[in-house]
């Protein structure tokens, strides 16, 4: 069954820093999703994502952080400079027309020191 | 601004017994609703949705949830609950504008379930 994979599973990395979480979505889907959980909280929509453009973005995405579709595979979220309240589980989700299924990767779990 | 409430943050019930998570939505117009499913380490599964028609929506794995626009509701249910269900439950609700948000949805903070023997 196609599944959508997130790398990595777990991200540690220093105030200040940038990182960049990597998702897969399903290969033939063409609307792409990040969703952000931080411990104990909702999950909450940061961006969607379609025709190489962002169609949508919640107040949380704002300057620091960046979406691109490099190729044909790969969804990346880019965190320009981390801070601590941006340490979370970040989930990525892909479907195939605007009211299919979402499917959600496992997460990548996010730790800003 | 379209929100969910799920007012139980934590839920245990005995095996074999029955199952219901209240979910409360706010939005203008016709929602479209979700339940999601995440066990420990896993993403988010749909258990079932809702976008019109029968308001009593069949999902997987046993579950259903009844659509109630009197009480703005979306009550997940299980008659028989298996210890394979213990999890973290959403409910989210979708925008209805096609040509804007493309799906993104607004969920619940989620209800723990937890199974007893």
């Known amino acids: 069954e196609p599944e959508v994979t997130q790398t990595p599973s777990h991200q540690v990395t220093q105030m200040g820093q940038e990182v960049i979480l990597r998702c897969v979505p399903i290969?033939?889907?063409?609307?792409f999703y990040w969703y952000r959980q931080i411990l104990g909280q909702k999950v909450e929509f940061l961006v969607s994502?379609?025709?190489?453009?962002?169609?949508?973005k919640s107040e949380i995405f704002d300057d620091q952080f960046s979406v691109e579709r490099p190729d044909g595979s790969n969804f990346t979220l880019k965190i320009r400079s981390t801070k601590l309240e941006d340490s979370a589980m970040y989930f990525c989700?892909?479907?195939?027309?605007?009211?299919?299924?979402?499917?959600f990767g496992p997460g990548t779990r996010l730790t800003v020191l | 601004a379209q929100s969910v409430t799920q007012p139980d943050i934590h839920i245990t019930v005995s095996e074999g017994a029955s199952l219901e998570l209240r979910c409360n939505y706010s939005?203008?117009?016709?929602?479209?609703l979700f339940w999601y499913v995440q066990s420990p380490g896993q993403g988010l599964q749909l258990l079932l949705k809702?976008?019109?028609?029968?308001?009593l929506v069949q999902g997987i794995k046993g579950f259903e949830a009844e659509f109630k626009r009197s009480q703005s509701s979306f009550n997940l249910r299980k008659p028989s609950v298996h210890w394979s269900d213990a999890a973290e439950y959403f409910c989210?609700?979708?925008?209805?504008?096609?040509?804007?948000?493309?799906?993104?949805?607004?969920f619940g903070k989620g209800t723990k379930l937890s199974v007893k023997p």
């Open positions: 989210a609700v979708g925008e209805s504008n096609y040509g804007g948000s493309q799906g993104n949805l607004i």
């Open positions: 994502f379609y025709n190489n453009e962002i169609s949508e």
């Open positions: 290969s033939n889907h063409l609307y």
């Open positions: 809702y976008f019109s028609g029968d308001t």
């Open positions: 939005y203008g117009a016709t929602p479209y």
């Open positions: 989700a892909s479907i195939g027309t605007p009211w299919g299924e979402q499917f």
